[in-house]
């Protein structure tokens, strides 16, 4: 559709104002071609008409209100300049929203003021989100550079530029921020507090106050921030850029100079600053140029602890500090130094001058020097050097150039001190580069400063508008549209205006080299070579200034002044002064080192050539320092991938929130905004997806067209349909493309199709209305019509007859009724008294029965005292009768002690053991004689041992001797065959010379030792290839010889010397051999008495060794031995000879050695044995005496009552059992001891013939060795037999005690029974009959407990007992390798913990303190160690968490704490812990608990996640009531992968409930406690509820009425689920409750002062932030809906302003609710518990 059809009635245009730049007005009349003027109406009313001479000369169209306020500015269908500036006013004036995109770039509006938009809550929200998804921010371009450096390895910049007081430096300081929080590293250097901290710093020296600003960045700053391979933040470095020097000593009115000289003057009382005589800034000329030197709402003394602080986290010692603030103290003193005129051409500097003085004393520069050089010049001509004198104002400009000097030089040093902070030892992997620098300026007087920043603005809008042009090729490319040329402005004109050859910084720099160079003479120069160029043009007016078209606007430039700040010189005699100062940092600061403050930049690739001066000495302006350091800043930005930030200052008052059109507009045309919406609007501005194309315009659709079937079909077809003219729009792989207008024309089709359709709603609703209203009309109207006409025949038909038949009528039926009434009333009376009767009748038979009851019961209360009485009586009876019998028991106990004859038995057998354990000590004494005989043959053999070394040191003396005549002899032969070897080929010298090379390279590698690895040789001839074999093999033999001669004792150290020197004599004859084998026909006699001679050494060494080994006899050694040396023997090996001799050697010494050690130990073990067997025999006669005693009073207590209770015939056979019982004991304990004794004398045998078998086979090493081995390990097992056996008469012996309990416990049965007998006896009332009763009651408990007693063994106790080396495997088992999907689907939930803690009872029940620490530390350990490898695994986390809880609640519940037994059963009670306070271990059981919570909420908040925002929030849960809108250039994000995620995975709330019934499932099919389960779906509830929340403060595009009715639906589907699982008890939905307001409060009408103080009142989870936020936020999706008044917003916001709590934007989405446990008593008995054989736990027994 053409754009001229759009302008119709109703539409809306912008025209130019004067005031507002531009105003809207609403079209009246439909513009056709050939009108000359278009009708409009302003919105105050106003009627005009709008000249058009021709139709390019239209206004601009508005675009729809349903367009207004987006995100992005792309997105609008109608760009143009008065589009951009409306959509930005209504962001932030009506919205209160500071940042809006317009295609790549930020746009920040400065607010002036605070907002809570900057937490880390709201970084940790836009960390990992892709740019567009939520409201645009300078944190998502902080995020969307950090993306693209991980994922594309490639560096990043960020250019963040605008206006003084724009904001530039706080939006690169919240960047930095950004990265430093996100990236935060896990090293303790704290990388990222020192890149922040260097903000302050640079802040107080290069930040002043202007008319603009009050904290203006007076210098370019670029901040590499340097990030590892795991980008991770490792260091940072800073590049600075033309610092304002001139401010030093100049500021303009209401302006100031650096921050850091007023922060010093604040502090000048302190103990630190008052060396330094400092005085308040408007005492300082420097300071009090621009009038007030504070600034309201700044503290410079609270600013000077915040430098001094970030100094010292920086690392620069308080040195340095104290350095620097010197020199700056010294600025100021030297800004207050007078110099006085002295005539025309002179000045001169008082000697009293105090500031002079204190600059001279902190710098350490002379004071003469300073005053003299200050006022005087050195000439130097060609044939003297004269000093001239300087008029005033040339010596306060000397003055001032010094102060320029000394801070500029001191700004770079503070600049390198920090990169060396920031500079963190560790490769750079990748950066990311964050560049604050001025933007376009232009005042009433411009200068070199203005005309440098405007020329690095020209190469900075050139870069950007190169690679908007190319991410807009790039966009065409990637959807496969055409690309076509688009027309934009290309400023490279101008930068070849200032930078080229001939250009205006080259005549700047060559007017500079001529020392009567002025600035009249280089303008006059600019006008000459400049006057063609139609760029640059001559004011009409002045002669001394020129204009350069900038590509944001004109710019005259006054020339005065460039070539004196372009020299920027100093004097070389000031140079001098301050070169021989004794203040180092000054000293430093002028030495001839150029590179002493060179920053070291990024080495990166140039996008262009850079253009060289033609001249060497240029390179020392300023103007070339800038042009290179602006070529190296290009050359870093051309090699990333930039991101722009354009900051806008809205008004000059810096007045909150007020938006100057002017102002804003102006830096909209020189920033580059309205140059990208000009790129933009060139080709198809407005993009859309196939997806947000259909649901939007799906209402322009027929039914035809949407059973068509895939929708990006259906969309082709309808826009064909709907705009005819293809060169509108064009059809993307993934998006649509319109040209501008298109959009808005779609939306007036869709505007007009819904005003139809609800002007035929509202049609039918009126006609209905109307039709229901003329029917009840005439209902009415029926009804009254029949009332009247009634009356009317009521009047003609009725007479005064009639009126009295129908009174006698009623008088009659008055009567009847009243006769009926009575009849009935009488008939009621008579039941009602019947009733009575019957009732009271009963009542008083109840009454009487009760009392005959009460009666009887008195009767048997009577009978009961009394028989309670009586049994009292004869309880009493019964305690003395005890008493009594207690002092005959011990008269008893006496006799008995008299009675000890009847145990000679038992004496005798005692008296046997003692006479077996006497010949047991007399066998050990005859075996400590044996070992006596045995150490006195062991000094026999070491001195036989020595006289063997005597004699072997005689053997070595003589073979070395006939060693001496062997070398004579080799060298009679080595002469005779020199002849020979001459004769042989050179080939064969050639071999022969490499084999010595390798015989000298064997020599070395002996002398190294044991370490010595194998040489490598080349590949010799045949006739050389066995010497080769035999060498190495002799190699190898050395090399064990040297490893086993390290091992030897000190006694063989001289043996070992002399056979390696013999060795190396013997070395000589193995060469020999080997020359003369490889000369083969030569060599046969010398061979043959080499042979004779090795054969008669091996035989004398043979002979030697079969001396040394004659009283080993060990025969296999000696045969292996002879038979070595007999397959050596051909060889002629002396070598080899001698190595089985010091073999043999080692052997008997060894021998020697291992038969010490053996009987030693032998003699240990014997004494061990004696000694433990003499313990047993004195525990077991104890234990038989105690026995005998203990018998014996049984015996007579027996008797006694046998005796006593002649009455009763049946005990005597109680007893006499009893008896036999003891028998039977006796018999057993005889039978017991009687064993042990043989078993004593049996091992003592053992021992004794063991002995003698040792010393008959003593000479055999090997058998001896083999039969120790077997020796040990059955004495091993006898001990442990014995261990064992102790064990059984341990437990005999309680046995016995228990017996010896029991049968005290029937004595007392028995004697209290024989009482009670008695006293029945003297009861004369009672009858045999009765008493033999009593008697088998009486008899009955005792049968029953003799029947239940045997069966008592076999129940359970609920323990299960394990042995100390099965603790591992019961860890593998139980707790590492038990999986929840495997054995443990078929348990009980908790079997593991009940199974852990029945292991634990039985450690508590055998008072086993180490068993149990053991068992309690493996156990947790255990679960921290399954926990650890299966940090993701869901199932195995809810497992354990369910078992440690049940493991918990275990120690808790059978701790035998009150608190916890109080819901117990008796037998629980029976199974609590009785030895050990496990508290402890439950404190860390529950830690460890509480661990495992937290992992287990982390993973199922990992997957829940990603679900929330796009199932709670975007999802369509309600179909048909939202519809998306445009989202504008910002969704085709850099940072998302190349094919994109054409839908995503569409999550819904199905897909949030079904993940929450997986948790759920898991959770109650490991047992979970419900509570439990209750607080980890409250977190979930939580999580699910902060996120929405949080998605909807930071989406505009969800704040809408429709949305909110989706959240709430989405609520009710959560609710729900909480009820279909019984969850609602646990204050989950309490969670939800901020979501749940937010989206009623997107619902709710938001008008009048009612719904102001409803939404006070109902929205009280929310804070007034975050309803202020809402409201201003709110987005009509349809022009139906109306959008939220600024009024209404400060309604509430007035309302809310008594509001406490917390003002937080955000909510904490990683908050975590304190987890509890509560403690819930198990009913499961622990002794019916069975284990499972799939548990494999056949190690343990159930007790």
């Not at 006409?789 to 009567?815: D, M, Y």
């Amino acid at each position: 559709m053409a754009l001229q059809e759009l302008y119709t009635k109703y539409n809306r245009v912008w025209i130019p104002d004067s005031e507002q730049v531009w105003k809207s007005a609403e079209i009246l009349r439909d513009f056709t071609p050939g009108d000359t003027a278009l009708h409009l109406q302003l919105e105050d009313g106003t009627v005009l008409q709008y000249p058009v001479e021709v139709s390019s000369q239209l206004p601009h169209l508005r675009n729809p209100d349903i367009l207004v306020g987006e995100n992005d500015l792309t997105a609008l269908s109608y760009l143009h300049e008065p589009a951009v500036l409306h959509n930005l006013r209504v962001r932030f004036v009506d919205s209160r929203i500071i940042y809006t995109y317009c295609g790549i770039i930020l746009v920040a509006v400065n607010p002036y003021k605070q907002l809570p938009i900057y937490g880390d809550a709201v970084i940790h929200a836009y960390s990992g989100q892709n740019m567009g998804d939520l409201d645009p921010h300078i944190f998502a371009v902080a995020e969307e550079a950090y993306k693209q450096m991980a994922r594309n390895n490639r560096n990043q910049s960020i250019i963040v530029s605008g206006e003084s007081g724009a904001g530039k430096t706080v939006s690169a300081r919240y960047a930095m921020r950004y990265f430093a929080v996100v990236s935060k590293s896990s090293s303790n250097k704290r990388v990222e507090d020192k890149v922040l901290a260097s903000n302050p710093i640079t802040e107080a020296i290069g930040n002043a106050k202007t008319t603009r600003n009050d904290n203006s960045s007076r210098f370019g700053k670029y901040t590499e921030i340097s990030f590892d391979s795991r980008y991770q933040i490792i260091g940072a470095n800073m590049r600075t850029y033309l610092l304002e020097k001139s401010r030093v000593v100049f500021q303009s009115e209401n302006e100031r100079n650096y921050h850091i000289f007023y922060q010093m003057c604040a502090c000048a009382d302190q103990a630190d600053f008052k060396s330094l005589r400092l005085l308040s800034a408007d005492k300082f000329n420097y300071t009090c140029m621009g009038g007030d030197s504070e600034i309201p709402g700044v503290d410079d003394c609270a600013d000077m602890a915040e430098t001094r602080r970030t100094f010292s986290l920086l690392g620069l010692m308080e040195d340095f500090q104290r350095d620097v603030f010197k020199m700056l103290a010294g600025i100021l003193h030297l800004g207050n130094v007078v110099i006085n005129a002295a005539g025309t051409d002179q000045s001169s500097i008082s000697s009293s001058d105090s500031h002079l003085a204190v600059f001279c004393e902190l710098l350490g520069v002379r004071a003469e020097d300073m005053s003299r050089w200050l006022c005087h010049r050195r000439i130097v001509l060609a044939s003297e050097t004269v000093i001239k004198p300087q008029p005033r104002e040339r010596a306060i400009n000397a003055r001032d150039a010094l102060a320029k000097h000394l801070y500029a030089y001191l700004f770079d040093c503070i600049i390198n001190r920090i990169n060396q902070a920031l500079r963190v030892p560790g490769k750079q992997h990748s950066f990311i580069g964050v560049l604050d620098i001025y933007g376009f300026e232009t005042f009433d007087v411009n200068s070199f400063e203005q005309f440098c920043i405007n020329y690095a603005n020209e190469k900075l809008q050139h870069q950007f508008n190169l690679h908007v042009f190319k991410l807009e090729q790039e966009e065409y490319m990637k959807e496969d549209i055409p690309w076509t040329l688009i027309d934009f402005y290309d400023n490279q004109p101008v930068i070849d205006l200032i930078e080229s050859k001939m250009g205006i910084l080259d005549l700047l720099d060559e007017e500079c080299l001529f020392p009567q160079g002025t600035d009249k003479n280089w303008l006059q120069k600019l006008y000459n070579f400049m006057g063609s160029n139609p760029l640059f043009e001559k004011p009409r007016l002045s002669n001394e200034a020129f204009v350069i078209q900038h590509f944001a606007d004109k710019v005259e430039y006054r020339c005065k002044g460039f070539l004196e700040k372009n020299r920027d010189t100093l004097y070389e005699e000031l140079v001098q002064t301050m070169r021989a100062s004794k203040f180092p940092l000054l000293a430093d600061f002028f030495s001839e080192e150029e590179s002493y403050f060179a920053n070291k930049g990024v080495k990166v690739k140039a996008a262009r050539p850079v253009v060289k001066p033609a001249n060497k000495q240029l390179r020392s302006t300023v103007g070339d320092k800038f042009r290179r350091s602006l070529y190296l800043l290009m050359e870093t930005l051309n090699a990333t991938t930039p991101h722009y930030v354009r900051c806008i200052k809205p008004n000059e008052d810096k007045l909150p929130f007020e938006y100057d059109s002017k102002r804003v507009v102006q830096q909209l045309r020189a920033c580059g905004v309205l140059e990208t919406v000009h790129i933009s609007a060139q080709s198809y501005p407005s993009r859309w997806t196939y997806i947000e194309f259909y649901s939007r315009y799906s209402i322009l659709m027929s039914q035809t067209e949407l059973r068509a079937g895939e929708k990006k079909q259906i969309c082709k077809t309808v826009l064909q349909r709907l705009i005819t003219d293809s060169n509108q729009y064009k059809f993307g792989r993934t998006k649509i493309f319109f040209r501008a207008g298109q959009v808005a024309y779609l939306e007036k089709l869709r505007l007009d199709r819904l005003r139809t359709a609800c002007i035929t709603i509202q049609k039918h609703m009126r006609g209905w209305s109307q039709r229901s209203r003329y029917l009840r009309m005439k209902q009415a109207a029926i009804i009254i019509q029949q009332y009247i006409h009634g009356k009317r025949q009521i009047r003609h038909t009725v007479t005064a007859a009639a009126l009295k038949q129908g009174w006698a009528a009623v008088v009659i039926q008055r009567h009847s009724r009243g006769y009926l009434v009575r009849r009935l009333f009488l008939i009621f009376r008579v039941a009602t008294i019947t009733i009575q009767a019957y009732t009271r009748g009963w009542m008083a038979r109840k009454r009487y029965k009760k009392m005959v009851e009460e009666h009887k019961a008195m009767v048997l209360q009577k009978y009961a005292r009394a028989w309670l009485v009586r049994r009292r009586f004869q309880t009493m009876r019964r305690l003395v009768l005890n008493v009594q019998l207690s002092y005959r028991v011990q008269q008893l106990r006496k006799k008995i002690e008299e009675q000890t004859k009847e145990n000679r038995g038992l004496v005798e057998r005692l008296t046997s053991l003692a006479n077996a354990h006497a010949q047991a000590l007399d066998r050990t004494q005859a075996q400590e004689l044996e070992l006596s005989k045995i150490r006195y043959e062991k000094v026999t053999v070491e001195e036989r041992e020595r006289k063997s070394k005597e004699k072997t040191e005689q053997v070595i003396a003589q073979l070395n001797v006939e060693m001496d005549k062997a070398s004579l002899e080799n060298q009679a032969l080595q002469q005779k065959l020199k002849d020979s070897i001459q004769k042989i080929t050179d080939d064969f010298e050639e071999v022969k010379k490499r084999l010595r090379e390798d015989l000298e390279r064997q020599e070395r590698l002996r002398k190294v030792a044991e370490h010595s690895s194998e040489l490598q040789r080349e590949d010799l001839e045949k006739e050389i290839f066995s010497l080769k074999e035999e060498n190495r093999r002799l190699k190898e033999e050395k090399f064990q010889l040297q490893t086993q001669a390290e091992e030897d004792t000190l006694v063989n150290k001289e043996l070992q010397e002399q056979l390696t020197q013999l060795a190396k004599h013997v070395k000589v004859i193995p060469d020999l051999r080997k020359e003369i084998h490889s000369l083969q026909t030569e060599k046969v006699e010398s061979d043959k008495k080499m042979r004779v001679q090795a054969q008669h050494t091996t035989e004398k060494i043979n002979w030697i060794t079969r001396q040394l080994l004659c009283e080993a006899k060990e025969e296999e050694l000696i045969l292996r031995m002879k038979k070595e040396a007999s397959e050596n023997a051909s060889d002629g090996d002396f070598q080899f000879a001698l190595e089985g001799l010091q073999n043999a050697i080692r052997v008997v010494e060894t021998q020697f050695k291992e038969q010490k050690e053996g009987y030693d130990s032998q003699l240990e073990a014997l004494v061990f044995k004696n000694d433990h067997l003499t313990r047993e025999y004195q525990q077991l006669q104890a234990l038989f005496q105690e026995k005998n005693d203990v018998n014996y009073s049984i015996g007579q207590e027996v008797a006694r009552l046998t005796a006593e209770n002649m009455v009763i015939p049946n005990l005597k056979q109680q007893v006499a059992e009893l008896q036999r019982h003891r028998q039977e004991l006796e018999a057993h304990l005889n039978d017991q001891s009687t064993e042990m004794s043989e078993k004593i004398l049996k091992v003592s045998n053992e021992l004794q013939n063991k002995v003698e078998e040792e010393r008959s086979q003593r000479r055999l090493l090997e058998e001896r060795s083999r039969e120790s081995e077997r020796e040990k390990e059955q004495m091993e097992r006898r001990l442990e037999e014995l261990m064992q056996e102790m064990a059984q008469l341990k437990r005999l012996q309680q046995t016995d005690s228990e017996a010896k309990n029991k049968f005290r416990q029937e004595a007392s049965r028995l004697t209290a029974e024989n009482m009670e007998f008695e006293e029945q006896l003297d009861m004369k009332d009672r009858t045999i009959k009765r008493l033999q009763d009593q008697i088998k009651a009486l008899q009955a408990p005792l049968k029953v407990s003799q029947k239940a007693a045997p069966a008592l063994p076999k129940e359970y106790l609920g323990m299960l007992e394990f042995k100390k080396e099965d603790e591992d495997k019961l860890l593998r088992k139980l707790i590492l390798e038990l999986k929840p999907r495997g054995v443990v689907v078929n348990m009980i939930p908790g079997l593991a913990a009940y199974l852990l803690f029945m292991c634990v009872r039985h450690a508590d029940y055998l008072n086993d303190g180490n068993k149990l620490k053991s068992l309690m530390h493996t156990i947790i350990t255990g679960i921290k160690k399954v926990i650890t490898n299966h940090q993701e695994s869901f199932e195995m986390l809810s497992f354990w968490l369910s078992n440690t809880y049940y493991l918990l609640n275990c120690l808790k519940q059978y701790s035998g704490e009150e608190e916890f037994m109080k819901h117990n059963t008796p037998r629980q009670n029976k199974n609590c812990l009785q030895n050990f306070d496990l508290s402890e271990h439950r404190q860390i059981l529950s830690d460890l608990a509480i661990h495992i919570y937290h992992q287990f909420i982390n993973i199922m908040e990992d997957a829940l996640f990603p679900m929330i925002v796009p199932a709670m929030l975007e999802h369509e849960s309600l179909q048909g009531i939202s519809s998306m809108k445009p989202t504008g250039f910002r969704k085709r994000s850099n940072s998302l992968l190349e094919d994109g995620r054409s839908e995503g995975q569409a999550y819904t709330v199905a897909s949030i409930l079904q993940l929450l019934n997986a948790f759920h499932s898991s959770m109650a099919q490991q047992g979970m406690e419900l509570q439990l389960q209750g607080q980890a779906i409250r977190q979930l509830f939580y999580l699910i509820g902060a996120t929405s929340l949080n998605s909807i403060l930071l989406r505009k595009d969800l704040c809408s009425c429709r949305k909110g009715m989706q959240i709430r639906c989405n609520i009710s589907y959560l609710e729900e689920w909480l009820r279909e699982k019984d969850l609602q008890g646990c204050s989950v939905m309490e969670t939800l409750g901020p979501l749940s307001q937010a989206a009623w409060l997107l619902q709710v009408n938001k008008s009048t002062d009612e719904d102001a103080a409803e939404i006070q009142q109902r929205c009280f989870e929310l804070s007034s932030v975050q309803i202020v936020k809402i409201l201003n936020s709110y987005t009509p999706i349809d022009d139906f809906e109306k959008r939220v008044a600024p009024s209404f917003v400060r309604k509430v916001q007035a309302l809310l302003q008594e509001r406490e709590g917390s003002n937080h934007l955000m909510m904490d989405a990683q908050y975590r609710f304190q987890v509890t446990f509560p403690f819930c008593p198990s009913t499961q008995a622990l002794e019916l518990l069975q284990v499972p054989s799939s548990l494999h736990l056949d190690f343990v027994n159930r007790i």
